[in-house]
């Protein structure tokens, strides 16, 4: 059972649109809320992450939208590109260790 | 630069095999986690270790067993592999409540 579930499983966008991706969770014990990024044949690698006092977080091209009442969060690239086409995970920590992640999204930006 | 190296990118094992998959980290952290990461489902906890000799069971231990002898080192040991256990498997590491680093995952083919 997938604690943490994220949307879309794929997504295709052009280069310069906006790519967004959901996640939603229920436990409310959830802690930190990282976005992980993966390339092909790599590890996935901590992009940006948010703690539940702050509603969003930006970073360069990428921001973290948190809505703690709906306990929903989600990624938003700005200005997509080609070289962000990966696979994004979401998760959730509780505690130091019990990490959840979503199923993840493929995004392909074309060009 | 922060490295998690697993020992093999690529390995295809028979039924009935006993596999070891080895993890090493460099920087001197005390956890260490052992993920499977299957289309669909995202990443998985199999075990992690919050100390040497110390390990945990995660979502999905069954037909799994760890190792943690010294603090860089954690193995993950398929005792009589099956097909159902072909997938990728993460090893990453992480200090205390931070981030997880992950190695780049080793692809396990059981035929």
């Known amino acids: 059972q997938q604690q943490v579930k994220q949307s879309p499983q794929s997504l295709i966008v052009q280069k310069g649109g906006i790519s967004i991706i959901n996640c939603a969770y229920e436990?409310?014990?959830?802690?930190?809320f990282p976005w992980y990024q993966q390339f092909p044949g790599k590890g996935p690698a901590l992009l940006i992450a948010?703690?539940?006092?702050?509603s969003e977080k930006k970073e360069g091209r990428f921001t973290i939208s948190f809505n703690k009442s709906a306990k929903q969060f989600s990624l938003h690239i700005m200005d997509s590109q080609p070289g962000d086409s990966a696979t994004y995970f979401c998760?959730?920590?509780?505690?130091?260790?019990?990490?959840?992640f979503g199923a993840g999204t493929r995004l392909t930006v074309k060009p | 630069d922060v490295k998690v190296t697993q020992s093999s990118r690529y390995l295809v094992k028979r039924t009935g095999e006993k596999v070891f998959l080895e993890c090493v980290q460099d920087?001197?952290?005390?956890?260490m986690f052992w993920y499977r990461q299957d289309p669909g489902l995202g990443l998985r906890l199999i075990y992690f270790?919050?100390?040497?000799?110390?390990?945990e069971k995660g979502d999905i231990p069954e037909g799994y067993s760890v190792s943690r002898e010294k603090k860089e080192r954690f193995s993950l040991i398929l005792e009589s592999a099956s097909t159902n256990q072909t997938s990728m498997y993460l090893c990453?590491?992480?200090?205390?409540?931070?981030?997880?680093?992950f190695g780049p995952g080793t692809r396990l083919t059981v035929t």
């Open positions: 270790s919050y100390d040497v000799k110390m390990k």
């Open positions: 990453a590491s992480s200090a205390a409540a931070y981030e997880q680093y």
């Open positions: 998760a959730a920590r509780v505690g130091n260790n019990d990490m959840r």
């Open positions: 436990n409310t014990a959830f802690d930190y």
């Open positions: 920087m001197d952290h005390e956890n």
């Open positions: 948010i703690r539940p006092d702050v």
